[in-house]
């Protein structure tokens, strides 16, 4: 019987230990998981984040390259339309005593061919019916630019030195009369200078007002070289208009009848801004 006794003793206090070490065990076991569970749940967290994070960046850098790109176009275009401005400006500096039925303002749209600097396309609204052959004066900067002519109803304009550009001039203080012109082996000349004519290096050149396609006296060049031909003299220029520019006086002298007498009093005014005095 004490036996017995001793073996239940004996057991209890295994099976108690037991438990106990079994708890301890447990308790540390749940604590090993836990802690695996909660880096599981920590590396998905990041991860999650990190891949947040990476679309987010690459939506913003996407943003953001849009808008620096349209602030490169409004920047681009802030400045095209500061030089169009500084343009305008220049070519309104001084009040016109011409009527403004006879000289617009006029835009260079393009250039009517690749590589041909000569000839360019103007803005032109309509408000006439002008005659077929109608030619008109081009002036920028308070000098003779070249001609225009209406091509199906479109503003072409021949600058100096094109082919089709020519136009009456007088030359110095005695009025010699010319014919600005090209030529094929020179470039822009003033053409047909009578033979007898002293005319000298540095005359400057106006136009004349005979072709009725300029008010007279509006500045051309001045001479820069003289050479006899057969018949007559021809002068070559410097400080002539030659360059493309944005904005032009077009001369239209194409007034009705019912104001010729408006036109014949502008016709004896050189406009402020389209001549250059000596």
Request: glycine fraction near 4%; include cysteine.
């Amino acid at each position: 019987m004490k036996k017995i006794f001793l073996w239940f003793i004996f057991l209890s206090i295994v099976f108690f230990i037991s438990t106990q070490v079994s708890k301890e065990f447990h308790s540390k076991v749940l604590y090993i998981t836990q802690s695996i569970k909660i880096g599981f749940l920590n590396l998905n967290n990041n991860i999650s984040n990190v891949i947040e994070r990476h679309f987010n960046q690459a939506k913003q850098i996407k943003e953001l390259s849009s808008e620096v790109a349209k602030k490169r176009a409004l920047e681009y275009s802030y400045l095209s339309l500061k030089e169009e401005y500084k343009n305008l400006l220049a070519n309104l500096q001084a009040p016109i005593e011409a009527s403004f039925d006879t000289a617009h303002l006029v835009r260079t749209i393009s250039y009517v061919k690749m590589n041909d600097y000569k000839r360019i396309w103007l803005e032109f609204k309509n408000h006439k019916d002008y005659k077929k052959n109608m030619i008109f004066g081009l002036v920028n900067e308070n000098k003779v630019a070249g001609i225009a002519t209406l091509d199906n109803n479109r503003l072409v304009g021949y600058l100096n030195g094109d082919e089709k550009c020519s136009y009456s001039v007088i030359i110095g203080e005695k009025k010699i009369p010319g014919i600005a012109k090209y030529d094929l082996n020179k470039g822009f000349i003033i053409d047909y200078i009578p033979l007898f004519a002293n005319i000298e290096i540095g005359e400057k050149i106006y136009t004349s007002g005979y072709d009725s396609i300029f008010y007279p006296n509006i500045y051309v060049g001045e001479i820069a070289s003289i050479q006899e031909r057969q018949g007559h003299q021809i002068a070559t220029l410097k400080d002539e208009t030659s360059q493309t520019s944005q904005f032009y006086w077009l001369i239209d002298l194409s007034t009705p009848e019912s104001s010729s007498i408006t036109t014949t009093e502008n016709a004896t005014k050189t406009p402020a801004n389209l001549t250059n005095s000596n």
